[in-house]
């Protein structure tokens, strides 16, 4: 079994920062890649960033240039740095992260979601 637990998100006004933290814990052979979505009340699920095993990022559209991506290998653990929030950026983020936990199986595992308010 694997978990995601994320932790970090909160209330900030427009234009304010905030990190989020995704540590994965449990039966981990490989990390395959770690990332970050969010849903906004009647929206959609969809991509903010991802990483995967040789570091390569990915973002949605509306998060370049102000969301950073970055991981810390030895814990196991993904990172956003969001700069410079907009009110759109509201929404609950999900940590998803993708293993091997051992040299055949694979496993996806999502996080409980932790809550970003920005206001104007």
């Known amino acids: 079994q694997v978990q995601a637990v994320e932790s970090g998100g909160g209330s900030v006004q427009a234009g304010g920062s905030l990190r989020l933290s995704c540590a994965a814990s449990?039966?981990?052979?490989?990390?395959?890649?770690m990332g970050w979505y969010r849903q906004a009340p009647g929206k959609q699920r969809e991509l903010v960033a991802s990483i995967i095993a040789d570091s390569s990022t990915k973002y949605g559209d509306s998060v370049k240039g102000r969301f950073t991506i970055s991981r810390d290998r030895a814990k196991s653990t993904v990172y956003l740095q969001m700069n410079s929030l907009k009110p759109e950026d509201t929404a609950v983020y999900y940590c998803n992260v993708n293993v091997d936990t051992g040299t055949t199986t694979r496993f996806n595992a999502w996080g409980q979601g932790t809550q970003v308010t920005v206001s104007s």
């Open positions: 449990g039966t981990i052979f490989r990390i395959n890649g």
